[in-house]
């Protein structure tokens, strides 16, 4: 498979400036329940900028995290730039944080205690991924779970960013929407709450419905709660509609279904795809720089309408990252143009290492190779999104799951805390293993704290699943930690895992 870095770049930058347009339209109307009237933007006077945007702020941050540090992205990386640089304080992100400064890991970061798992904070910071991963659905995917767990854990926010990331990857691929959008589809399980939402969008489409009819049927079928639930942001038709209640906190299922809408009613035409999208209300900051990224995407920049672009400019405005010592000039793309560049630079990595997708200065784009079937996960993405328990600790060769179980990370004085920890080897030769607890003064391990030793099979072979009983007489402070020595005979390596527990006497 052939992408002309022409035809590459065209796209990147198409991508990059739907966000900005879209994002600046919908802003004005963010979390009213409500259809909107909107064909153009509504801010009076924009002088040339666009409206500062939470959806592409974090993608900017994570672009500068793989020009410092290289395209092997986890989630546990991400979680120390995240803690340094994002600031908000608030649902998802606010929660997040502060769970990693307590020293949970991701997925528990995304998952302990947060009533916005469910949110949308997530699927609109998919573009970097599937962007850097032109045509490769299922690494775009793998991208996007290390980033969603974050703050999303194992809630439908990390469904909805893997959905929309292989989605945008494929549409390098096919210039048929439906076909991206199942290709996205497979990599979710088709019993969440995103992939019904879809469906649903999908249904109505086809059977002619108008986009408002599909409107009220994702809002009748997969609502989530109105902003704080205040009467005030739901319109009287859509009260009188029965729409006024809903889950606090669950909203990515609909706004991914008006996002939807925007592209299949819109078609072929940008405005009307972003300002459908809008019309729809909800998330509408969210849904029309969504729509818009991924019409970009499909089409490239030089189809994207000047009027849509000249009242804003190219600039990139921020709103959401503590500059800090990103600010100094380069770190953080200061346009489209930048950033489009910026993004080829690490695709051309990502593609390098893959070795699916050449990219060509001198030959036009093939993907005559790419079937629809191809850019399809076989499994639902199981083997993307099956560890959401987590954490995970990947070393060389050998991989540990650990599952903190339904309790989640919380340790009690004079309870025995059951931790399930399963190992995997990766690599092809049986191995001998030994595992060490670190643990504070006091407590004990069971079924041994000194050391435990189980033989791995080859790679293929069964993982092998250990249960252990952590129990402490007393507990003092809010945070405890201690750590898990895994050795192999015969091996010089030392993989060291940290357990991190609070302290459940001081939990509401």
């Given at each position: 498979?052939?992408?002309?870095?022409?035809?590459?770049?065209?796209?990147?930058?198409?991508?990059?400036?739907?966000?900005?347009?879209?994002?600046?339209?919908?802003?004005?109307?963010?979390?009213?329940?409500?259809?909107?009237?909107?064909?153009?933007?509504?801010?009076?006077?924009?002088?040339?900028?666009?409206?500062?945007?939470?959806?592409?702020?974090?993608?900017?941050?994570?672009?500068?995290?793989?020009?410092?540090?290289?395209?092997?992205?986890?989630?546990?990386?991400?979680?120390?730039?995240?803690?340094?640089?994002?600031?908000?304080?608030?649902?998802?992100?606010?929660?997040?944080?502060?769970?990693?400064?307590?020293?949970?890991?991701?997925?528990?970061?995304?998952?302990?205690?947060?009533?916005?798992?469910?949110?949308?904070?997530?699927?609109?910071?998919?573009?970097?991924?599937?962007?850097?991963?032109?045509?490769?659905?299922?690494?775009?995917?793998?991208?996007?779970?290390?980033?969603?767990?974050?703050?999303?854990?194992?809630?439908?926010?990390?469904?909805?960013?893997?959905?929309?990331?292989?989605?945008?990857?494929?549409?390098?691929?096919?210039?048929?929407?439906?076909?991206?959008?199942?290709?996205?589809?497979?990599?979710?399980?088709?019993?969440?709450?995103?992939?019904?939402?879809?469906?649903?969008?999908?249904?109505?489409?086809?059977?002619?419905?108008?986009?408002?009819?599909?409107?009220?049927?994702?809002?009748?079928?997969?609502?989530?709660?109105?902003?704080?639930?205040?009467?005030?942001?739901?319109?009287?038709?859509?009260?009188?509609?029965?729409?006024?209640?809903?889950?606090?906190?669950?909203?990515?299922?609909?706004?991914?279904?008006?996002?939807?809408?925007?592209?299949?009613?819109?078609?072929?035409?940008?405005?009307?795809?972003?300002?459908?999208?809008?019309?729809?209300?909800?998330?509408?900051?969210?849904?029309?720089?969504?729509?818009?990224?991924?019409?970009?995407?499909?089409?490239?920049?030089?189809?994207?309408?000047?009027?849509?672009?000249?009242?804003?400019?190219?600039?990139?405005?921020?709103?959401?990252?503590?500059?800090?010592?990103?600010?100094?000039?380069?770190?953080?793309?200061?346009?489209?143009?930048?950033?489009?560049?910026?993004?080829?630079?690490?695709?051309?990595?990502?593609?390098?290492?893959?070795?699916?997708?050449?990219?060509?200065?001198?030959?036009?784009?093939?993907?005559?190779?790419?079937?629809?079937?191809?850019?399809?996960?076989?499994?639902?993405?199981?083997?993307?999104?099956?560890?959401?328990?987590?954490?995970?600790?990947?070393?060389?060769?050998?991989?540990?799951?650990?599952?903190?179980?339904?309790?989640?990370?919380?340790?009690?004085?004079?309870?025995?805390?059951?931790?399930?920890?399963?190992?995997?080897?990766?690599?092809?030769?049986?191995?001998?293993?030994?595992?060490?607890w670190y643990l504070p003064d006091g407590w004990e391990a069971r079924p041994s704290r000194q050391c435990y030793a189980l033989s791995l099979p080859p790679l293929l072979g069964e993982p092998v699943q250990l249960k252990f009983e952590l129990f402490a007489p007393s507990l003092e402070g809010s945070t405890l930690r201690g750590a898990l020595e895994a050795t192999i005979q015969?091996?010089?390596?030392?993989?060291?895992?940290?357990?991190?527990?609070?302290?459940?006497?001081?939990?509401?």
């Amino acid at each position: 498979m052939r992408l002309n870095v022409n035809d590459y770049r065209d796209r990147l930058l198409g991508c990059w400036l739907g966000k900005n347009i879209g994002g600046t339209l919908g802003a004005p109307f963010e979390w009213r329940r409500q259809i909107n009237d909107v064909s153009f933007y509504v801010q009076k006077d924009l002088r040339g900028r666009p409206v500062p945007n939470d959806d592409l702020d974090i993608q900017l941050l994570w672009l500068r995290v793989m020009e410092l540090s290289g395209i092997d992205i986890t989630a546990m990386k991400l979680a120390e730039y995240w803690v340094s640089y994002v600031t908000p304080h608030w649902c998802e992100y606010g929660t997040a944080k502060i769970n990693m400064r307590q020293g949970l890991l991701p997925p528990l970061s995304g998952t302990y205690k947060n009533a916005y798992k469910h949110s949308c904070g997530a699927y609109i910071r998919s573009e970097i991924w599937a962007c850097i991963a032109p045509a490769m659905p299922d690494i775009a995917a793998r991208y996007a779970y290390e980033d969603a767990i974050l703050d999303h854990g194992d809630g439908e926010g990390m469904y909805a960013e893997i959905f929309m990331a292989a989605l945008e990857s494929a549409a390098f691929a096919v210039q048929d929407l439906k076909a991206a959008v199942e290709a996205g589809l497979s990599y979710i399980p088709a019993t969440c709450e995103v992939s019904r939402a879809v469906r649903t969008v999908l249904r109505c489409h086809g059977e002619g419905l108008s986009w408002k009819e599909a409107r009220d049927e994702v809002l009748r079928l997969h609502r989530g709660g109105t902003f704080l639930g205040l009467p005030s942001h739901t319109s009287r038709e859509d009260q009188e509609k029965g729409f006024l209640d809903g889950v606090q906190g669950f909203d990515v299922p609909s706004n991914i279904g008006m996002t939807l809408i925007g592209l299949l009613w819109g078609g072929d035409d940008f405005g009307r795809t972003v300002c459908t999208a809008v019309n729809c209300g909800e998330d509408t900051d969210c849904t029309g720089a969504t729509a818009g990224s991924v019409w970009g995407i499909m089409h490239g920049a030089r189809a994207i309408p000047g009027k849509w672009i000249e009242p804003i400019g190219r600039g990139i405005a921020t709103i959401v990252l503590n500059l800090g010592d990103l600010s100094s000039g380069y770190e953080i793309p200061a346009t489209v143009d930048d950033l489009a560049e910026r993004t080829l630079r690490i695709g051309r990595q990502v593609c390098l290492r893959h070795g699916r997708i050449e990219i060509c200065e001198d030959r036009p784009t093939d993907m005559s190779d790419t079937s629809c079937e191809r850019l399809r996960a076989q499994d639902e993405g199981a083997s993307v999104w099956r560890w959401k328990k987590g954490p995970r600790f990947d070393f060389e060769g050998f991989s540990f799951l650990w599952d903190y179980g339904e309790a989640g990370p919380v340790i009690r004085p004079a309870e025995p805390k059951q931790i399930v920890i399963t190992c995997f080897n990766n690599s092809r030769l049986q191995a001998n293993l030994s595992l060490r607890w670190y643990l504070p003064d006091g407590w004990e391990a069971r079924p041994s704290r000194q050391c435990y030793a189980l033989s791995l099979p080859p790679l293929l072979g069964e993982p092998v699943q250990l249960k252990f009983e952590l129990f402490a007489p007393s507990l003092e402070g809010s945070t405890l930690r201690g750590a898990l020595e895994a050795t192999i005979q015969g091996r010089p390596t030392v993989m060291l895992m940290p357990l991190t527990l609070l302290n459940g006497s001081l939990q509401a």
